[in-house]
Nanobody, 115 residues
Framework: QVQLVESGGGLVQPGGSLRLSCVAS????????FTWYRQAPGKQRELVAG???????DYADSVKGRFIISRDNTKNTVYLQMNSLKPEDTAVYYC?????????WGQGTQVTVSS
């Protein structure tokens, strides 16, 4: 059974930083592209960042230069380092492997950026 457990969210002031983690199990971790998505209430789900099996990365324009996605294949863990946070970054953040036959989702972790 595939399991995805996100953690590290919380309340932070504008300009602050958070580091999100996602521990995956039940898959051959190292061969998969992993992505971070976010969704705010009433808004469309947004692809934030991706990291490929060779560790190359892509970012949405809205977070480029502020967020860094990384992975540790020895720990089956994907990270999202978020710096210079803005109120518009407030959302539930989810990690997801890029799979063909089924979409797997974890519980997500809430990030709130507010004074």
């Amino acid at each position: 059974q595939v399991q995805l457990v996100e953690s590290g969210g919380g309340l932070v002031q504008p300009g602050g930083s958070l580091r999100l983690s996602c521990v995956a199990s039940g898959i051959i971790f190292s061969v998969y592209t992993f992505t971070w998505y976010r969704q705010a209430p009433g808004k469309q789900r947004e692809l934030v960042a991706g990291i490929y099996s060779d560790s190359s990365t892509d970012y949405a324009d809205s977070v480029k230069g502020r967020f860094i996605i990384s992975r540790d294949n020895t720990k089956n863990t994907v990270y999202l380092q978020m710096n210079s946070l803005k109120p518009e970054d407030t959302a539930v953040y989810y990690c997801k492997p890029r799979t063909r036959g089924y979409d797997y989702w974890g519980q997500g972790t809430q990030v709130t950026v507010s004074s």
